[in-house]
């Protein structure tokens, strides 16, 4: 695998040939190679115009989510997502993501327990985020067992909606070491502005706050649906 700064090169700066569509889930995803100076990388090609209509969910911002996704990810030193960036594609703008080579038969559902004690820092993410689809297939770890999170289109909304699979932290304190980047998040709206609305950055800050006082990871909720359907 390239190095960050290859990886961002290229990805951004290359030129973008189709491979193929993933035909699970409801918004258009291609698997495509990204050429550049020599070199070629897979990575995954989520177009603007291939989203779907959400009723909860403004139109054409899902893409614009998954970016956010990442910044955060970096911006906490979680290394968690890919990297990702908003670019033009042969169906116009749309995220571009590193591809990550992983065994999909290997995945929440059946991770041992040592790697199940390895997902907190994807708990502490998503209740940031406010994701509202961690599915089990969502979080996998590569061939040199390194821990990545995918799918984020579905984040930032400015009312809860967090739906995972991942509750095995509930009620536990949240390392302080994992909690210590969130009193940073009021720093971030720059960085955010161009990819999530005020009202959702107001509502992240207060996510981050919120979790910053309480110190521990919450109970599911139990006056809405706390899973995502489906859990894979």
């Known amino acids: 695998m390239p190095n960050d700064e290859r990886l961002r090169e290229v990805l951004q700066n290359g030129e973008i040939e189709l491979k193929g569509r993933f035909m699970l889930g409801s918004n258009y995803t291609f698997l495509v190679e990204v050429r550049h100076a020599g070199e070629t990388l897979p990575a995954v090609y989520k177009p603007t115009k291939g989203e779907q209509p959400l009723w ?3 139109d054409n911002t899902l893409t614009l989510r998954e970016v956010a996704a990442y910044l955060v990810s970096q911006a906490l030193g979680f290394d968690l997502v890919p990297f990702t960036l908003l670019r033009e594609g042969p169906f116009g703008p749309g995220s571009l993501q590193q591809f990550i080579e992983y065994d999909p038969e290997h995945h929440y559902f059946n991770f041992s327990p040592e790697e199940r004690e390895l997902l907190k820092p994807v708990a502490l993410f998503d209740l940031l985020c406010n994701n509202a689809d961690r599915k089990g297939g969502h979080v996998l770890f590569d061939d040199d067992h390194k821990l990545w999170a995918i799918d984020h289109g579905l984040c930032f909304h400015e009312e809860d909606k967090l739906r995972t699979v991942i509750w095995d932290f509930a009620g536990q304190p949240i390392p302080p070491k994992l909690l210590a980047p969130l009193s940073r998040s009021p720093g971030w709206r720059e960085m955010l ?8 950055l107001d509502s ?5 706050a919120t979790l910053l ?12 649906r706390a899973f995502p359907y489906p859990p894979l």
């Open 56 to 58: 909860d969910f403004e």
């Open 193 to 200: 502005q161009d990819y999530l609305s005020p009202r959702e």
């Open 204 to 208: 992240l800050h207060a996510r981050a």
């Open 213 to 224: 006082e309480s110190g521990v990871f919450p109970l599911p909720p139990s006056d809405r």
